[in-house]
């Protein structure tokens, strides 16, 4: 391309007349071939038959059409006629003293011999005035080949008349412009009718150009009929050359030319006729001479150029045109030369164009070409840049916005760029600008420039929008292009924004609920927990954090006696309440049903945490007043605080809610401090709690038998069944701790029915018939039933009811009811024996002794321990013999350890004794072996020794 460009300029740009002169000879070239292969042809037609409209001209007058018109036919009928109506017609034109007739009607074949006899008699008559038609025409031959078959008159006719030849011979679009001066007919050459018309004959085998500037209109014509008829103007055929021929549609005697359509064929004959007779057929000119005057002309424009103006330019070339216009007219007008003008045009519109190209310059069309390609990139750009849902913003090195998409000026709020109206720009806000200025720094230092962005918030006086943005860099490369905004190795950076409030409103709403309870609006334990362990992440070594679990005491009541609505409106107003102290309560939690969780702010470990608690529980105490009316609860409080900021928050606020369920006992308000000693006890109790059911399941308890002796013989009158655990990893567990707990939680129960079934089992084995006594909880007592177990495992084991032995403790009968009274004989009346425990340590009277049926009465160990040294113990162990014996029950002393509480015992007349002196309690193998010895031996002290 490039070397197109400079040949141009450096070989024609000269002001040398011989380069100019190059290009009028290269037009003049082009022009000469492109007229002789003919490529102008209809375009010459076409100014040829404007021409002859242009320059209409009337007919001599002195040749008359008489014609063959639709009236004729009408009046004479149908054709063709009889020839004596020629023959009329040949007679009254004789008549009027026409000087000559051509009849251009086909005579070549035989009518009937009286017709063609009255047809020649006229012609005859007419005295060598009349010519008559003869044609050739390809007639369609069966055989195939092509043949010439000329129409020639009858000879009878021709005897006396002049024969005229009447072929037309159209152009290739079917259009009739020129005439033969005449035909051979049957081998001889004959003139043509317009040549014997005008008197030009004898130039046989050439042809001429019609001129139909000649207007059919003004050749006189009349109606053959009227010719007929003697209605013809007297004087208006004399001395006048006649055509007789078809007029009339019907005889499609018609052909086509240019200006009027088509012409019937005599009228035709007359036009080329008037032609010659007034020396208007058109001459040719040889379209060299135009297009070298043309050339000529063109190489003057040229040497005027540089000194000219365009338009001057442009006139004189198109003068140059209209020039060769005017003279072509004219010369048409005044002589019948046609200059063909066509390629003289076009000659002078390629040099309009090749002047144009040159004027504007090669390189700019070219860049023409390139700026509607690059505007349609642009536009498609400009398309999506428009629809993105995202606003984009192109940004410069100063910070100015060249572009804003139609988003970008929704979301920053203003409606056009900087550079267009600096008055009413988009100014980008600071966070973007300096992203967009580092990135850009970034760029020009050679870093790899990435995608930057990040998060803003839009303020304005009615809303706040987050805006998430994305800064990319670029640096611009094509700056050949004439784009709206690009500019010589400019850096660039593309700022892409999107309103994200919605999205993040609906997420923080999501985090908001999956975070806190839906009912209080407090934190759910999970996010309870995160905050606590950030917070305890934030401590120094000299800080803590400080929590309390409170707990609604009779919640539950309120729930039952009130509704769930006041419930409800409860915990609302407690989580209000709490949140508004001026505590400084930096989270709260509801952490179950009516507990809850606060974190305070403050995080000096010195703080007095009891009385903030004090506060919190007095603020929490006073009167709620709800919709539903006024009510007033007590909270129960604990409180801990972090030992170490490594602690985990879920172990310290298990610290709070620990001491918080070890307080469940307490009744009304309470505040208490997270103590490690109790909370440990606690957590064991809480082990064994949980352990125990499983524990029963694994059969991990044992059953021990403690041995029962006569005082005075020392012989084996009982066993006392006692239960031991052995824990995997707590040890031996006491049933002192196992069996409150089993009692608490109630599994004393299926416990204590195991026990029972156990040691009647035992029992009811043993070889010699010894009672079992086995220890009955209160609450088995009391809740189970008692009977129905006691039942089954006498029925299971098979053991006599009088070998078991049921121990009670004072507590049980503490209740005092009927129903224990009942159970009691009920037992009894089945055959067990009833023994009251540890007597002593509670707080039986008298009375109950007499009330309650007990077979035997056990004095505390706690009695017998100082019992040779304590006057009070003896005192007391001596009123219990007495007691016993009113009441009709044998006495046994616990936890005789020693031979002189032993003879102490005797010496107050107590009937039985058990303890480390007579044997600890033993496993069932070795009471089994025990029993089947001593039936041997004289009394149970030789067998614990040995044992
Ligand atoms: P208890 O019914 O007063 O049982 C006697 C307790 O005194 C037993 O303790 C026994 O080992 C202990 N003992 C016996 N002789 C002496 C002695 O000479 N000196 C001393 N210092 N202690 C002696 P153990 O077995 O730890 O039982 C403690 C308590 O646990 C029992 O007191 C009883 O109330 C309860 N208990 C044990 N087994 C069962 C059981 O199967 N069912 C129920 N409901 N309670 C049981
Ligand atoms: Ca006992
Ligand atoms: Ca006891």
Request: glycine residues 6%; aromatic residues 6%.
């Amino acid at each position: 391309m490039k070397t197109i460009c400079s040949l141009w300029r450096t070989g024609l740009a000269g002001p040398d007349w011989l380069k100019l002169g190059f290009i009028p000879i290269l037009l003049l070239l082009l022009a000469f071939v492109s007229q002789q292969v003919n490529i102008w042809h209809e375009a010459e037609n076409w100014t040829e038959e404007s021409r002859m409209a242009l320059s209409k001209r009337p007919a001599s007058g002195d040749i008359v059409f008489v014609a063959i018109d639709k009236q004729t036919l009408d009046e004479i009928g149908v054709w063709p006629w009889p020839r004596s109506v020629m023959a009329e017609a040949i007679d009254r034109l004789v008549e009027s003293n026409a000087l000559e007739i051509f009849i251009d009607v086909d005579f070549s074949t035989p009518s009937s011999p009286e017709q063609d006899a009255i047809l020649a008699k006229s012609i005859r008559q007419a005295n060598g005035t009349v010519s008559l038609a003869a044609f050739s025409q390809t007639s369609s031959v069966k055989s195939g080949t092509e043949d010439i078959a000329d129409s020639v008159p009858l000879p009878i006719f021709l005897d006396s008349a002049w024969l005229a030849t009447v072929n037309v011979f159209p152009d290739h679009d079917g259009i009739v412009r020129r005439f033969p001066f005449g035909n051979m007919i049957a081998g001889e050459p004959e003139s043509s009718m317009p040549a014997l018309l005008s008197g030009k004959s004898g130039l046989s085998g050439l042809d001429f150009a019609i001129n139909f500037a000649i207007d059919p209109d003004t050749v006189p014509l009349y109606s053959f009929i009227d010719l007929l008829s003697n209605k013809l103007p007297e004087s208006g055929l004399e001395q006048k050359t006649v055509v007789i021929g078809a007029h009339a549609v019907e005889l499609r005697d018609t052909f086509a030319v240019p200006v009027y359509g088509s012409l019937p064929g005599a009228m035709l004959q007359i036009v080329a006729a008037e032609t010659l007779k007034q020396n208007f057929e058109i001459v040719r000119i040889l379209a060299i001479w135009p297009l070298l005057f043309c050339a000529l002309l063109q190489f003057l424009v040229l040497l005027l150029w540089k000194s000219t103006h365009l338009l001057t330019r442009i006139g004189a070339v198109l003068a140059i045109s209209i020039l060769a216009e005017g003279i072509g007219f004219i010369l048409f007008y005044t002589s019948s030369i046609s200059l063909p003008t066509a390629a003289l045009h076009a000659m002078n519109l390629a040099l309009l164009l090749v002047l144009a190209v040159r004027e504007f310059g090669l390189r700019n069309w070219l860049i023409v070409l390139a700026d509607a390609r690059t505007r349609n990139a642009n536009n498609l750009l400009r398309q999506v840049f428009d629809d993105s849902s995202e606003a984009i913003l192109i940004v410069d090195e100063a910070g100015a916005v060249l572009e804003a998409s139609p988003k970008a000026r929704i979301i920053f709020g203003q409606s056009a760029v900087q550079r267009e109206n600096p008055e009413n720009c988009i100014v980008m806000p600071e966070p973007i600008l300096e992203c967009v200025r580092q990135s850009l720094a970034d760029l020009n230092q050679g870093v790899r420039a990435s995608d930057t962005g990040g998060e803003l918030i839009l303020t304005s006086a009615t809303d706040d929008k987050i805006i998430e943005f994305t800064v990319t860099p670029s640096r611009l490369t094509n700056t050949e292009t004439r784009t709206q905004f690009l500019a010589d190795g400019r850096s660039i950076a593309c700022v892409t924004a999107r309103d994200i409030t919605t999205k993040r409103r609906q997420a923080e709403r999501l985090d908001f609920l999956s975070k806190r309870d839906e009912l209080t609006g407090a934190f759910r334990r999970h996010a309870f927990l995160d905050i606590l362990n950030q917070k305890l992440a934030r401590l120094t070594p000299a800080q803590s954090c400080q929590i309390m679990a409170i707990n609604l005491n009779r919640f539950k009541t309120v729930n039952t006696t009130l509704g769930r609505d006041v419930g409800d409106q409860l915990l609302c107003a407690v989580v209000t309440r709490l949140a508004e102290s001026e505590i400084g309560v930096e989270c709260i939690s509801r952490l179950g049903g009516d507990t809850f969780a606060v974190l305070l702010q403050e995080t000096d470990p010195q703080l007095q945490l009891h009385v903030t608690s004090l506060q919190v529980a007095n603020l929490l105490a006073q009167t709620y007043f709800l919709e539903s009316g006024s009510i007033q609860i007590d909270v129960r409080i604990s409180y801990a605080r972090s030992e170490s900021p490594t602690q985990a928050a879920d172990a310290l606020l298990n610290c709070a809610e620990m001491t918080l369920d070890e307080g469940t006992d307490v009744a009304g308000q309470s505040v208490r401090p997270y103590d490690p000693v109790s909370s440990a006890k606690h957590a064991r109790a809480r082990q064994i709690e949980r352990e125990l059911r499983p524990a029963l399941e694994n059969r991990d308890f044992q059953i021990l038998y403690q041995p029962q002796v006569d005082v005075n013989g020392r012989h084996l009158v009982g066993m006392e069944a006692l239960t031991r655990w052995s824990h995997p990893v707590l040890g031996a567990v006491s049933p002192d701790e196992f069996i409150a707990i089993a009692e608490a939680s109630g599994m004393i129960e299926p416990l204590g029915d195991w026990i029972l079934q156990a040691a009647c089992c035992e029992a009811a084995n043993w070889t010699e018939a010894i009672p079992v006594a086995v220890n009955v909880s209160p609450v088995q007592f009391l809740r189970g039933d008692i009977i129905a177990s006691v039942t089954s495992a006498l029925e299971t084991s098979g053991l006599k009811p009088n070998h078991l032995q049921l121990e009670i403790t004072e507590s049980t009968i503490l209740t005092c009811s009927d129903a224990v009274l009942q159970t009691m004989h009920d037992l009894r009346s089945l055959g067990v024996t009833l023994a009251l425990d540890d007597f002593g340590t509670g707080y039986a009277s008298l009375g109950y002794m007499t009330q309650f049926p007990f077979d035997q009465v056990k004095v505390d160990k706690s009695f017998i321990r100082n019992l040779t040294t304590d006057p009070t113990s003896q005192s007391i162990v001596q009123f219990t013999k007495t007691l016993s014996d009113v009441v009709g029950a044998t006495m046994l002393c616990e936890g005789v350890e020693t031979e002189e509480q032993l003879t102490f015992l005797k010496l107050i007349g107590c009937d039985q004794a058990q303890g480390f002196l007579f044997g600890t309690p033993l496993s069932a193998k070795i009471i089994r072996r025990m029993i089947a010895e001593i039936a041997n031996s004289e009394h149970i002290e030789e067998y614990s020794r040995t044992a």
